[in-house]
Structures are given as structure tokens and as C-alpha cells.
């Protein structure tokens, strides 16, 4: 028996073969982490024990427990003066990733394009093919720091575009958008009439400036799906836990899918999200200037070290150039070069982007001892195998 | 609190060379902050934690918690009679609380036997001390935000998206 077409036609991660090597071998520094190394707070397990203790175990609604609905609209509120409806305009998920499925597949019709930026997080193009669109690939580049700009934007658009996608702070390169360029980015989408999926799990960790939810921008409210959760701020990967918030009839259509897939999030992790939500922020605080520490240090290494690495302005990625090192060699290459010689391992750019062949992924999701480790075993290996 | 403290705090053995690279800031003038820090006693001092259980010979070091009752002197407070207290080499920390009893003490010793003999020849003689009960520590489990534990097994898998 064949599967199904769709599935097949997906390109197998050519990475996959790279990650077996990685996972197989044994005393690795790694800095191929996409997730917090610190434990979720305290108190937040602390809650999902006590739910469990007191007979939590049952399905929820189907859109999450109200209590968390409110808390997290009230959150908004609160945080970016953003306001929803808690009941038709919010969705608990199975993380973001699960919400960012929904969307594609209530929105799409076979063959409708949708635009995704280039480099980005390995799941958009796939889940777009999955729900039978088209991703139309918006190639951004290093000198302008892999921004996102009409500029970029219209060169890629063509007929029968219905949505684009928009990730910031940006996983694999960090990049992030003030409300000025955020602006621009609004102005694009409203002149061809494009939703928006606006992945913003990385929000707690913008650095430089105050992140800015796209749907805060004047209009953008009503064409913007917001998606966000738990597991970065907080450090709850685990938990799998996960929202979107945007207009009520796409919300109500991908509550469709939802209940019929999913039935609800794991009460378990909606009793503990609750708790991140109402006592949460000082531990985010903590751990997002514990991560800024590390993305100065980083960043500075890689840069002495004569890879041209931009300072990314969130999440906790650095997006480093390999090709000044003139190793003569592809990301790929070298990420197994350098896992085998000095047993570092990173994820090569290609993962993200067609384009990426040049650079690599370094996460600082890390502890500053692996940190440092890690950068005398690079220099050490540089020193050696440097023309 | 300021950076380079936080740093410190942290892991006291972070160079300024590192500091400057977390920071941001030059070199020199890391140092420069730091040796002010030093001068001024805002640093008081650079020491290693050590789980006292993990090094070979110091198992029968014990530690006991001492609540000291004293009476306070007219002019200096407890301040002259805390002073001939931590004085002594077995007193390694020592605090004025408030509640019950006035002192805090921690005091420690190569066997139950010599810190038994502190506090009844030492400690209960003096003067002002109205009275003192004495805890044996029997575990350390966390101490100034470190938790105690043999190193865990890594939980994260080595490479994700």
C-alpha cells in the first residue's frame, strides 16, 4: 500500500541522517538545542502535581479550560493592551505547532498559496502541503539581517497568494521587527489582502527593543492569527502547550478540526499553564537576562573567531556565516567535520532554507559552561583545519 | 542588581574578560568596577560550595544551628557581645534575628563532642547569654540557592529544531 501523495511529496529531511549521528554519539556539546535548558519553574510543576493530587484528569472544553482563556486574554491585555473575546476568539492547543496546522487547514483550498520566509522553523512549508496550499518561498538574506521586507515580499508575491506567514523573534536566525518595520510588513499584507500567521512563541525573549504583537498594528487585528504558547517563555516544551487568538470564524474553524483531532490540550498542562500565566513573569524575566548574558558572549566568540554572525535581536539563536572561515566546505560538512573531530554539535543552515548552505545554527539555550566549552573546541578546531 | 555582581554571584570564577564578552561593556572597565567592588567591600570575599558529603576525611565534620538568647548591653546592643561570639574560629556564620531568641549561629566542629564543648564551655558561660539550644544539622540539601545533588542525567535530546 502506497501513502498518501501529499506525504510522500513532502522532502524528507535531509538533516534526519545528521541527527542520527548526533543522537547516536555520546559526550557531545551541543548547541542543536530548539529548547530551553532551564527547567520549568518551580511552581508551575508545582500546580500540575497539586492538579493531579486533586483528581484534575478529565477532558476540558474543547477550546481549553475557560479559567486559562481568561488568564491569558487578560494577560494580553495586560502585556500589549491587546484585547480578544475569551470564548470566540481563543483556542488552546497542543503547542504552537499544533495551532499553526489548524490554521493552514481551516483557511486553505487545494492550490492557494501561501507565503513563508526563508529561513524559518523546518514545519511551515510542510504543514502548508500537508493542508494542500502551496508555499511560495520569500527568500530574505544575511546582509539585511534575514529581514522580512516588502521589498522581499513582493518579489516573491504572485497570484493567488491567501495568506503569509511571519515568525518573530525568528527561529533559526533571531531576527525581530520593531513596530516601525512591522508597519511596513501590516502595510504589504492589507494592499493584497492577505491573513497573517503570526508565530510569536519567541515574544518573552526580544532583547534590543519591546516586541510588538502584529495584531496591536491598526487593522491588522481582524486578518492576523496569533500563535503562541508556553513553551518558551516558561521553558514548558513538554507540556506541549500552546494558543491562538484572531478572528472569530477562522478560530471557530479551526476549533472544528481541533475537537474532531485533538478533543482538548492535556488538562494537566492547562492546570500548570495557568499557573505560568498568573505567577510566571519573574522567573521569564530571570531567564531572558540569563539568555541575553549568553547571546553577547556568543556572539562575540563566533565573530572573533571570524564567522560573520549578525547580533540577533531574540529567541536564542545565533545564525552565523561559515563562508569567511574558508574551509571550503558546506554547513553540512562542517557540522559533521566538527561533531567527529571535537564532538560539538550544531544544525547546519539547509535545514532552514534552501539557502542557508553557508551558515549554521548555534542555540544558546545552554549553560554558560557548555557555552564556553563549546568555543574553545571550535577555536581548537578552527586552529587546526583553517587554510 | 548590578550585572558584573549578578555575574559573580553566580559563578565567581567568571574572568572579566567573559564578563565583558556577556555584558557588553570594555574590559577595563569591568576591572575597574570589580577592583572597586573588592576596595569598597561590596565583595567581601571569592570561595568554592563544596557538598561537604562528596570530600574524602570530612564526613565526621558536623554542623549545628545554635540559637543564642542573650542580654543586650546598654549603649551597644547585642552588637559587643555578637562580636566575642563570632570571634571564635568554630562560629562560621552569625546573625541577629528576631523572634524567640536573639543569635543565630552556625557553628562547626570535627565531631558532636567538640561542639558540645564549645557551647557549654565557650558559648553558655558568658555573661549575657540567657540560654542556647542547639541543632545538629543532619543533611544539607540546599544552601544560598544551590541545590545538593549528584550530577542528574541529561533530559533534553542533544539536537532539535
Redesign the interface.
Known sequence: MQVAKAVEQIPPSGIRAF?DL??G?KD?I?L????P?FVTPWNIREHAIYSLEHGYTTYTSNKGMPELRKDIVKFLKWRYDLEYDWDKEMLITVGASEAMDLVFRAILNPGEKVLVHEPC???YAPLVTLAGGVAVPVVTSADQGFKVTPKVLERAWTKGVKAMILNYPC?PTGTSYTRNELLAIAKFAKKHDLLVVSDEIYDELTYDFEHTPLATLPGMKARTVYLNGFSKAYAMTGFRLGWAAGPEHILAAMTKIHQYTIMCAPITSQMAGREAIRNGAKEVQAMK?EYD??R??IV??LNEMGMDCHMPQGAFYAFPSIKGLKLGMSSMDFAKDLLEKEKV?L?PGN?FGSQCADHIRISYASS?DNL?AAVVRMKHYLEHHRA | ME?IL??LIN?AR?SAD?IA????KPVAAVKKQIKQYEQDGTIVHYKAIINPEMVEGNQNLVRALIQVSITPQKDVGFDHIAERIYNFAEVKSCYLVSGSYDLLLVVEGTSIQTVAEFVSSKLSPMENVRQTSTHFLLKKYKDDGRIFKVAQRQK??????
Open positions: 541527527f548526533v543522537m554519539m557531545v551541543s542543536g538545542v530548539g529548547e535548558d522553523f523546518v514545519a527561529n537576562k548574558r549568553r553577547h558572549f562575540t566568540s554539535a544544525v535545514a554558560y564556553h | 550585572d549578578e555575574i559563578d567568571t567573559e564578552k556577556m555584558t557588553g533534553r535530546l542533544n539536537i532539535t529544531y
